[in-house]
Nanobody, 113 residues
Framework: QVQLVESGGGLVQPGGSLRLSCAAS??????MGWYRQAPGKERELVAS????????NYADFVRGRFTISRDNTANTVYLQMNNLKPDDTAVYYC????????WGQGTQVTVSS
């Protein structure tokens, strides 16, 4: 069975950094990425990366601050988040896609002084 397990969320001050990890088990996926959802808002794409080419896609609101990467051998995707802002506060969900779409359980990121 497919399982996505996230880690790395927590509380950080504005301007701080966090690194999220998502380990996939069961099989490999061409596209993996991160979405986030804040209370009262729709779930939105943060960043994604492909296995085949390493092509990366970023939402405009994180471009230049966040970096997505993956370890294909470990079947793990990472999100390095720098210069965090209060508006980045949300539950961050790992996403993996091939013929189907899978979601992790989510990890809370809170940016506050």
């Amino acid at each position: 069975q497919v399982q996505l397990v996230e880690s790395g969320g927590g509380l950080v001050q504005p301007g701080g950094s966090l690194r999220l990890s998502c380990a996939a088990s069961g099989r490999s996926f061409n596209t993996m990425g991160w979405y986030r959802q804040a209370p009262g808002k729709e779930r939105e794409l943060v960043a994604s990366i492909t296995r085949s080419s390493g092509s990366k896609n970023y939402a405009d609101f994180v471009r230049g601050r966040f970096t997505i990467s993956r370890d294909n051998t470990a079947n793990t995707v990472y999100l390095q988040m720098n210069n965090l802002k209060p508006d980045d506060t949300a539950v961050y969900y790992c996403n993996a896609r091939d013929w189907s779409t899978y979601w992790g359980q989510g990890t809370q990121v809170t940016v506050s002084s």
